[in-house]
């Protein structure tokens, strides 16, 4: 369901759901901005330790390079099959 579409039936249900939607999803960004600002807050202070420890894209760094080479394998088995 495309993002128009899910705001034009939105618009449709009755007041009460409309406040229950708004209420959940503000919720929801208020619960990712303050995971996000208590990481930081986390974080080591001083700069030797902070240099020590991964960075918050590190651990994804190394899946990501992964997936990276499955999907150049993928597209060069299309590649030669045609």
């Keep these: 369901m495309s993002k128009s579409r899910f ?3 939105l618009q449709q249900k009755p007041e009460p759901v409309r406040r229950r939607v708004l209420a959940i999803t503000l919720f929801s960004a208020m619960l990712i901005i303050l995971g996000v600002w208590f990481m930081r807050f986390s974080l080591p202070k001083d700069r030797a330790a ?6 918050p894209f590190a651990t994804l760094r190394a899946p990501l390079h992964n997936l990276q080479e499955q999907l150049r394998a993928v597209i060069n088995t299309f590649r030669t099959q045609k």
């Excluded at 902070?50 to 960075?55: A, I, N, Y």
């Design 7 to 9: 705001v034009e039936q």
């Design 50 to 55: 902070r240099e020590q420890s991964p960075g």
